[in-house]
């Protein structure tokens, strides 16, 4: 069965400050103090490996031959480091990543990594992943590109093998893990929320199929209405419960989308200030203003 969601009625997060204009490594901790302090719920991260001069691929996004992706996305800090900084001083807010290129880490890495800072956040993590649309990230981390969704599902077995697996093993053509003994065991049990991105039928089956929830965007009404419904089921399809399946939406500073989102059912968001923030304070001040909002 799906997890249940933490968060509830309506919860509301905000995006750390970690590319573009706002990549400011040393002032995450500050401004995830702040967030939490204004009453945000949760605190997200994106991943981007690299941004090559001749791209392969145009980001989905709204990327152009001239333009193929943002050019925020030069300069882009660790998504765990970012993570582990938000950490160290909150104590209330979710932890999330929306989301981790899944293909491009060696699984029992990752597993390692997401592991410990859910230990060390006392339990707040939320794993988001994903398949990116990068095809140079996976050339630059030796990740195959074909069958990337099935590299997913790879590492979706060893997360769950690390975290509940007695001894953890795994074997496949790419990766041999041999019985081992683990110790690090995640705080939340019997492990945290696993949430996947994504918009193709098999994206969206897979949701419904193994996670706990799905990453999705501000899209209109018919179009999030279409994608969900192939979530509800899939699980319905794998015995699952589709009414525990959670939506979080990633979501510009406009209350009214949120007026939207509710509408829909949706009861979990994260507002990315990334591209109408000047810096990091005004970001804060962004991210204050939006706060008020919605309480009013």
Partial sequence: MPRSAPNTPFALGLALPQYGRLAEPAAVAGFAAAAEELGYASLWV????????????????????????????????????????????????????STLVAPVYPPVLLARALTSLDVASAGRLEVGLGIGWLRDEYAATGAPW??????????????????TGDPLAHKSERWHI???????????????????????????????????????VALPRKYLRALWSMATK????????????????TIADTVAYLDEAREEGVTE???????????????????AELRAAVKA
Avoid at 47 to 64: H, K, N, Q, W
Avoid at 234 to 249: S, T
Avoid at 269 to 287: I, K, N, T
């Fill in 234 to 249: 899939a699980a319905e399809e794998a015995g699952r419960d589709p009414g525990a399946l959670r939506r979080i939406a």
């Fill in 269 to 287: 968001a994260f507002v990315d200030l990334h591209y109408v923030a000047q810096d990091v304070a005004h970001a804060l001040d962004l991210a």
């Fill in 46 to 97: 994106g991943d981007r490996v690299l941004a090559p001069r001749e791209a392969s691929d145009i980001y989905p996004g709204g990327g152009t031959p001239e333009q193929p992706y943002p050019p925020d996305f030069v300069h882009f800090a660790d998504p765990l480091v970012t993570l582990a900084c938000a950490a160290a001083v909150t104590s209330s807010a979710r932890l999330g990543a």
């Fill in 146 to 163: 074909a069958g990337r969704g099935a590299q997913l599902e790879e590492v979706l077995d060893v997360l769950d093998a690390f975290w």
């Fill in 178 to 216: 041999p019985p081992s003994d683990v110790g690090l065991r995640p705080a939340q049990k019997p492990r945290p929320p696993v949430l996947l991105g994504g918009y193709t039928p098999a994206a969206l089956a897979r949701a419904g199929r193994r996670a706990d929830g799905w990453m999705g």
